[in-house]
């Protein structure tokens, strides 16, 4: 009887951890999204950005993105909503509207275009992966080819 018992709470806490990690899978991944207020060319037409975008994400102002800026805001799971106060033109109305997005799972840093996304694209157009790129700087040498305060050949320890 014991051993029945064993073999049933063991096999439900595998189950228990299995259903655990799917509903982990699905909501629990992080993204880390950029919102990127620049021209964009699709289909061989160019989407020009407007004057100044406002970018709320959970009720907080993450972004004020004037003509070629970037945002950025955290995510977690693939629903993601944003609040966007458009200005088209400089002194112009603001326009609100409330986006609703499916973010890529197997994306960590996702760039989305907000003149795409206002444009009302598919998501290959307004979504792209963030790749960060690193700068290697090189180490210039002095002008004169020899450091001045260098100790010759004939320095004797």
Same mark, same amino acid.
């Given at each position: ?36 207020? @620049? ?46 106060? @458009? ?71």
């Amino acid at each position: 009887m014991k051993s029945k018992r064993r073999i049933f709470f063991c096999a439900g806490a595998v189950v228990l951890l299995v259903v655990l990690a799917a509903v982990m899978m699905v909501i629990g991944r992080g993204h880390t999204v950029y919102f990127d207020n @620049v021209a964009l060319e699709y289909n061989g037409q160019t989407y020009e950005p407007p004057y100044k975008v406002k970018v709320e994400v959970k009720g907080e102002q993450v972004a004020n993105l004037h003509a070629k800026d970037r945002g950025m805001s955290i995510w977690i799971g693939q629903n993601f909503k944003m609040m966007v106060d @458009v200005t088209e033109e400089k002194g112009g109305p603001e326009q609100r509207y409330a986006l609703s997005l499916t973010l890529p799972y197997q994306m960590d840093g996702i760039i989305i275009n907000i003149p795409a996304v206002m444009a009302g694209l598919p998501q290959e157009a307004w979504c792209s992966e963030f790749i960060q790129t690193i700068v290697v700087e090189e180490e210039e040498e002095p002008a004169g080819g020899e450091d001045e305060f260098a100790i010759g050949d004939d320095f004797d320890i």
